[in-house]
């Protein structure tokens, strides 16, 4: 009997990565174990289908599920036990720094996963940046290759089509933040690079907003947002789509969404320090400077927002960012929705 079998991305099975051959064996002799499996990974064989426990890699049937014929048939949950953050924070950079490129912004929490995977990383940013300055800073104290992706403000509206054509919900924020990670998935592209490590996942789990250092409902707040990133894993995704590659997310590796989510929320943040634990691993690896050190979200810190802005003023849309989107959706023939 022929056995299909199609993989995209990656896969573990307590720890130890599998080959796809390994994999596909797994699935003949014992199909069961599948719901063990850890990694980011989209499955289909003889008319089945399976995705990694969160969703990381984009495919045809839920986030966490098993399922053949359109009927659901199981759970992929890999049930790690509850470990030092530190270890756990090791390991998932570990099975994921066999290939890729490290998507540096110089912050803690893409520094952290830089020095941890040793290899190449890339900044985007238009000159004179604050991310292109930091990112070359943090990258030669750790003796890292550092490509340095200039963005041309004049490319800035075509990537924004391009984004706001595939991402699930358009506004400024989500509308700034996939056209900066457009232009290191460019970069990706250009130079023959599938996956990306990147940080995403680490403000909602160690609490690195800088609303959240206003808000009387933190619990609440982290909660939300931590439910929330299925759409910013969407947007993201479908942004790498656009380049041939996928992002791959150590911080939402199970092992340290579990050791994140015991820590207490009031352990998270004190005395204006956001992202508290991870600080704390992040300087056994790295000088404290670096570790403590606060950055603006990339689409600042990148100088993409700003320029953004520019170009809906110049536009007449000053005040409003918004109907700046909508036309170029209706210049290029897209429903917001």
């Not at 499996?37 to 990381?56: K, P």
């Not at 893409?110 to 990112?135: F, Q």
């Amino acid at each position: 009997m022929d056995f299909s079998f199609k993989v995209k991305g990656w896969m573990e099975l307590e720890g130890r990565r599998l080959s796809d051959s390994d994999a596909r064996a797994i699935l003949v002799h014992n199909p069961a174990a599948i719901c063990r499996f850890g990694g980011e990974f989209f499955l289909e064989w003889n008319g089945c289908q399976a995705r990694d426990h969160f969703g990381i890699m984009p495919g045809d049937c839920p986030a966490g599920t098993v399922v053949c014929s359109g009927k659901e048939m199981g759970r992929v949950d890999p049930k790690y036990p509850l470990m030092d953050l530190d270890e756990a924070i090791r390991i998932a950079v570990q099975l994921r720094s066999d290939d890729g490129v490290v998507a540096l912004s110089g912050g803690v929490d893409s520094a952290l996963i830089a020095r941890l995977a040793g290899r190449e990383c890339v900044v985007v940013g238009i000159a004179g940046s604050h991310d292109l300055l930091h990112a070359g800073q943090v990258a030669k104290v750790f003796g890292l290759t550092l490509h340095q992706h200039l963005i041309d403000p004049a490319s800035i509206e075509e990537a924004l089509a391009q984004v706001l054509a595939v991402i699930p919900k358009i506004d400024p924020v989500n509308a700034s933040i996939a056209t900066t990670l457009y232009f290191v998935c460019q970069w990706a592209g250009l130079h023959g690079e599938t996956r990306i490590l990147a940080g995403q996942g680490a403000d909602e789990l160690f609490g690195g907003y800088s609303r959240y250092l206003q808000t009387e409902t933190l619990a609440a707040d982290l909660e939300k947002d931590f439910l929330a990133l299925p759409l910013q894993l969407a947007r993201d995704q479908a942004v790498a789509g656009l380049h041939g590659a996928c992002f791959s997310l150590p911080y939402l590796d199970y092992r340290v969404v579990v050791a994140a989510r015991a820590i207490a929320p009031e352990m998270l943040i004190r005395d204006g320090v956001r992202k508290i634990p991870l600080r704390e691993v992040a300087k056994r690896h790295m000088p404290p400077d670096i570790a403590q050190y606060e950055k603006k979200a990339m689409q600042y810190g990148s100088g993409v927002m700003k320029e953004i802005q520019r170009q809906a003023a110049r536009q007449g849309y000053k005040r409003s960012l918004q109907d700046y989107l909508q036309k170029i959706c209706k210049k290029e023939g897209m429903d917001m929705g």
